[in-house]
């Protein structure tokens, strides 16, 4: 039986006890990433994806359509 998956809130998302937050959490090789409003919907990625991607976006490289 595998240990139940610890979420961790994001520092960026503010404090106190809001829903509206950003949570992650590390699964084997992978990372996951959800919005507290939707606890069952979360994005599975792995960690090379994952920096790739944020760093397209902190660069202002990902195209607007």
Known sequence: MSA???WQKS???GGGSSEDCV????????????ESERPTAFLTA???????L???????RL???
């Open 4 to 6: 139940p998956i610890q």
């Open 11 to 13: 520092t960026f998302s």
């Open 23 to 34: 949570e992650l959490a590390t699964a084997d090789t992978a990372i996951r990433l959800r």
């Open 46 to 52: 792995a960690p090379a994806s994952l920096r790739a």
């Open 54 to 60: 944020l760093s397209t976006l902190k660069a202002g």
């Open 63 to 65: 195209a607007s359509r």
